[in-house]
């Protein structure tokens, strides 16, 4: 019976969209953030201290996943390992 090989080639650049991540010193995976909501015109604004950054979410339904979006990509922390607490 034949096989399949399942070998695969992992680029050494895992970042090829030419975004920048910044990282933040200090900061640890599985690391957990409080994050600030305030109602907006346009919907929810989300404010991270600890990274000094805002984001916007359009539903009051969106703002977690919005704000672990944002923290990701700021920091380069996997989505999966953040954690947030919403304050209103």
Known sequence: MPTQSASR????DPFRSRR???RVPG?????????EVSPDVRGWVIRVPEIGGAARASRR????IV???FIAARTGIPIGYIT????D
């Open 20 to 22: 920048s991540v910044r």
């Open 84 to 87: 947030v607490i919403v304050r």
């Open 27 to 35: 900061l640890t995976v599985g690391q957990c953030f409080e994050i």
């Open 9 to 12: 080639t992992i680029s050494a």
């Open 67 to 69: 704000a672990r979006k």
């Open 61 to 64: 339904a969106a703002v977690e």
